[in-house]
């Protein structure tokens, strides 16, 4: 069964009256709810905990890593950010989410800026499915509509995705890179844009279903560690 | 249970004693040996049959075609070659084996010539595995060994493949990209260099898994197929 | 001296009142004034002369053909479909233009349908620069905004773009991979969107300056033609 | 005129006979003066320099910077670091040598530990062009053939590159991708495996070819800085 830690920096929730009438569970309780209805193991971690949760036991346990975070991502240690890093460079799964843009952790893996053009403006917003054959869109369709979602406009500071999953349209005017693939080590990650903390997308059946295939898609296969370092010749 | 066309030209082992000798039963009946032994409800299809074995009907029930051809690529029908691209292009995955490189479907795929150096020595070969995160290298190792196998060699004047799996190394001093992936609509392709007829790289345990691992990766999953054409405007 | 020639299909200014307006010497004629003016040496060819204007001796000197058709892609020989496609395999350069994504040519070039949604509703459109980076875009800004395009939507059925340089939105709320380039063989490849026969984007100063950059970057460098076939082992 | 500044450790030149005979102007000695002939403008810095020769004033006047580090990358100072990152993000082109593969700047723009198998055993290396269209490879042909190079070996732990252009075959069995481009924000990276400090590479003229190719590709054209942040809508 495969394990899933929802990372959550848990800082809005507890100070914004409209974030926690919105994810009155944390934005982690809300996730981890339909993680484990479609049938992972699924456990939380926060920024406010010890070592952030994350933990060399809890890392040991993820399959897959999600992590959502926003104002706090310079309080994520390094030590830390280290940790997740080497794991995922072994092969555990890792999905970032909307403002994890720009997580300590995505900016390493990337090693970009991962800037953007960003507007609230409680609009809607269509995410189109670009790669209809990728199983990250396994039951979608053609696209996403959303009531309402932060804008997050081009130009994003990453290297070019390894696959290029969604693009979004929002009403201003922008256009996003909305869903990327890539591979870091052994590890893949996905990076997904909905989901600020004030609208409903992580209740959105499509934005759930698009998590968990990524859950599924992202997971390590039986796959091996490669040598390293000095090597004696095969051929004489 | 995912269904698996071998599709195979079944020339040679006709007429070359040392061919019939390596697959008395045919390339494509040792193909669907080790694939029926994995789970797969396998058929085969071969080039002497009425439209080659590949009638709309076999293509219908086909989750995974595999293409072995050589010397008599110039026999298929480009009706057969139009209906397989169609095929693909909605989601049939296609396995395209060692000098399927040159076949018709492969060339229509791809958009290149194909083509490549080539030399028949006897020698052994190595084939590396480039990409360890990856389905299709699962179970692999650092690289298969092979005690017999045609040289194949750069330049392979094929599009920059999707996904770069496998390079092999061979003794004359050569190196190819020995397995590449590729989507072309809604289709999954790997090509797999090994399987030189007189030689027995179909026995490698090593490169059925591949091709297992291959047929697993190249299946649909629960994909659309997008509208096109003409298109309202979803907003005033 | 770059030597680029421009192919038009040449059909629509001679029968519609709309077209003929808005480009008096047809697409090739305008394309061609800007093209002459920065610095090209530049000819024409069209559908209904002879060979369609693109002999033998007209590519033995083309360094980069750009293709505009739209009605009558199935009227182009495909004698002539396969010379091209060899040329550009060799190095010279091909910059295809809005309709043109469902040439011969390009669906040659593709492996894939090249389909795409499409609507003609005079409304404006941005192509967003996602490559700030890429030759292509040099002097190009952020985005490129026109008062009125044909709106063409993904999903658009073309093989993964080795770049993506452009995504347009359109008001109607669809995206689309505007501008991308492709390898095949020494052949670089650039698709451009913007170009409806009843628009002006060919006068827009940076539609224009995304051509001259396109031809510039396709052109071939001093590269070689590989030897393919049998090739004598390099090592003992 | 492109202004390249040459970085190199200059260590081993300090103190090993072998190094010191062969390159007695260090190794930046060496391809300052290739660079110099081919007309580029030329700077060289040392790691042992104040700010390792790298002060905000040289980057500012640095078109491209070539990077060659072994013993000592724990030795540059992580603002120097930040500083090379920075530039390279803003578009100042990076060409990273050999051993640099380690280097920290390196590792910083892949996100990876860019690891792989290497070996010195005075043997021969064969370097593939598997790009030939690509400007890099102008002038090289179909392969550079070195007397004596480190053997470097898959798996090379980096992210897909952009583009492959080169698979270097070694005698021992080995196969690796030694030329490799890479883009992260407006800048252009190139790896190129050849340059052990006891081995004559940089006297190859193919070598140096490939390096001046390089310069000329990695230098940044006329882009643009993107605008982040706050965005205002561009449509009511």
């Excluded at 396994?138 to 390894?162: N, T, V």
């Excluded at 903390?197 to 279903?209: D, H, I």
Aim: aromatic share 12%.
């Amino acid at each position: 069964m495969t394990r899933v830690t929802v990372w959550n920096e848990f800082r809005h929730e507890k100070t914004d009256a409209k974030v926690q009438s919105m994810y009155p569970d944390g934005i982690h309780g809300q996730i981890s709810q339909f993680l484990t209805a479609a049938g992972f193991e699924v456990t939380t971690a926060t920024l406010d905990e010890a070592e952030h949760g994350l933990t060399a036991e809890v890392l040991e346990k993820t399959d897959v890593l999600i992590w959502w975070g926003h104002k706090a991502h310079e309080e994520v240690a390094d030590e830390i950010v280290e940790s997740v890093h080497q794991k995922v460079l072994e092969g555990m799964g890792l999905i970032v989410l909307h403002s994890g843009h720009f997580s300590k952790i995505f900016k390493k893996l990337m090693g970009t800026s991962c800037d953007l053009k960003w507007r609230e403006d409680d609009r809607h917003a269509r995410i189109w499915n670009i790669n209809p054959s990728h199983p990250i869109v396994a039951g979608i369709g053609e696209c996403i509509e959303l009531e309402q979602e932060e804008m997050y406009g081009e130009h994003f500071d990453i290297p070019a995705p390894d696959e290029l999953i969604f693009v979004s349209w929002f009403p201003g005017g922008e256009v996003f890179r909305s869903g990327c693939t890539f591979s870091r080590g052994n590890g893949k990650i996905f990076y997904f844009q909905p989901g600020h903390e004030t609208y409903n997308s992580y209740y959105n059946k499509k934005v759930q279903q698009v998590i968990i295939n990524a859950v599924n898609w992202a997971k390590a296969t039986d796959n091996i560690q490669p040598a390293y370092g000095h090597f004696d010749a095969l051929e004489k």
